[in-house]
């Protein structure tokens, strides 16, 4: 067990080590110098070549990366050409508002595609089945901001009230929240239902059925223990693509976190901000995939006992 | 089970059939000139009317004809990314599910990284350093679309190639780019055009994501995501510059899901 954990450790920071080469290589991908980006157009040649002294961009590429990776191990991502403030600092200051955002987004659409893969399994080939596939399905196909857009219109006609963007309080939190959910509620539910199908047909479930067992205590006892496992893996997973949805939702409702941050990074070329809030959401995902693996060991006895550690 | 089977990949089929003739013949179908002022009512939306069924926008143009416009250059991005996509997984799921051992682990270990990385937030990064044009959208949706085909193609390749009719050719001394393409390949086409379709839906979604975020093909071509970003600032007064281009991509992701899960869905069982 402790064997297994280790070498998850081992594969997350080797994945952190991997997208710190994709980061650092975007600086090298822009057209513009960053030296005149931070001085502006009119700078004289002595001020630029002070500037990419400062910045270190005089010295050789495998340098520069090395100085890159040392810094970023020490909580140091450069500062942001136009804010003229600490990277860290400003993802750290924006970090709470999408947690909260990304955190109850992730149990809303747990919930959701929980709920519709079990009243999809328990119809299994019924018209409410294939209503909910073609659901889900319709779920997922939404543009995020699209979705999100069509809920600002259809509340701002009905209520004056209601806030339409921006981070205060609990209701602020609802549409973002949906918006931000729907897709991978749709998605969850897919999958539980397949897994679902897959458990109802084994044998260990016509045996249970044969003791007599409810359908409904056989659907929620004992297919369910074996259809939650890859779900769980699937949440920390999916963790990517809320990240690239937490985007999205952020700027439809100008919503003050690391998304919008991105946004206004990419909308800025602000370099190391764009390369901060990347590598950063990678270590985010990095982070809860080793969660979901620890919770792994708790959830599947196989690994707990060391058969597949 | 049985009896059903079909209906989800014809419907998504006719759907996307539907967009090709769409924007196939959308200079025919289309009521105006997607990019010039048709309506009087300029400097100020217009909503649907008999004579623009999905109303105009600030600029005076045809909802209507920019939405029919947009699907050729919507479907021709999401259908170029896809193929670029493919080219890059379908590659590395072959040669590492073929190979398998040292070449296998440091591919699909590289996969995991990629898959690690949220997708839109690199694309956004790539495409803001490399200045959005039609090229650099394409490849950048390219890169960071490719890891789930791998995956699945490795798995498929992995399999076919132990098996005896690729053992044999091996035999009688096949190559082992012989082997891949004339053997392995042919085997993995079924999944492989499944994943297209699949991969057309994440491409369409991509593509609008990143227009909606001012990073799409540039104006004034029509594209569906770009007429929705112009579109959040009138939301209060003209939300039907939002909704239509909107319902258009639902449709064309809608279309390539029901599609291409119907086929798997059928494969599966």
Known sequence: MLAYLARRIVFGAAVLLGTS??????????????AVAMAGAKANPQTLAMIRHQLGLDQPVYIQYAHYLDRALHGDLGRSYIRRESVTHLIVSRFPATAILALSAMALALMLGIAMGLVAAAWRGRALDNVLLVGSLAMVSMPIFWLGTMLLIAVAAVSRTFPLGGYSGFKSLILPTVTL???????????????????????YIRAARGKGLSNARVLMKHAMANAMLPLVTLAGLDLASMLSGVVLTETVFNWPGIGRLAFEAVFNLDIPLIMGTVLFSAFLIVIANLLVDILYVWLDPRIRLGEMG | MKRRAGTMELVGGAMVLSLLAVALFAPWLAPHNPIRAVAPTFGNPAPPSWAFPMGTDELGRDVLSRVIYGAR??????????????????????????????????????????????????????????????????????????????RVVRAES??????????????????????????????????????AALGTSGTLLLDASLSFLGLGVPPPTPSWGRMIEQATMYFRVAPWLATFPGLAIFYAVLAFNLLGYGVLRRRSM
């Open chain 1, 181 to 203: 959910a729907l897709g991978s509620a749709g998605y969850y539910s897919r999958v539980l239902h397949a897994n679902l199908s897959q458990a109802l047909d084994q044998d």
């Open chain 2, 73 to 150: 250059i919507s479907l021709t991005v999401g259908v170029a990314a896809m193929a670029i996509t493919m080219t890059i997984g379908v590659a590395i799921g072959l040669v590492a599910g073929f190979f398998g051992g040292k070449v296998d682990f440091a591919l699909m270990r590289f996969t995991d990284v990629m898959l690690t990385l949220p997708g839109l937030l690199l694309a956004m990064a790539f495409v803001s350093v490399l200045r959005p044009s039609l090229l650099s959208i394409l490849l950048v949706i390219g890169i960071v679309s490719w890891t789930g085909v791998a």
């Open chain 2, 158 to 195: 992995l399999s076919m190639a132990q098996r005896d009719f690729v053992l044999a050719a091996r035999a009688l001394g096949a190559s082992s780019p012989r082997l891949i393409i004339r053997h392995v390949l042919p085997n993995v086409m079924p999944i492989i055009i499944v994943m």
């Open chain 1, 21 to 34: 080469l994709i980061t650092f290589s975007i600086a090298f991908l822009i057209p513009a110098d960053p």
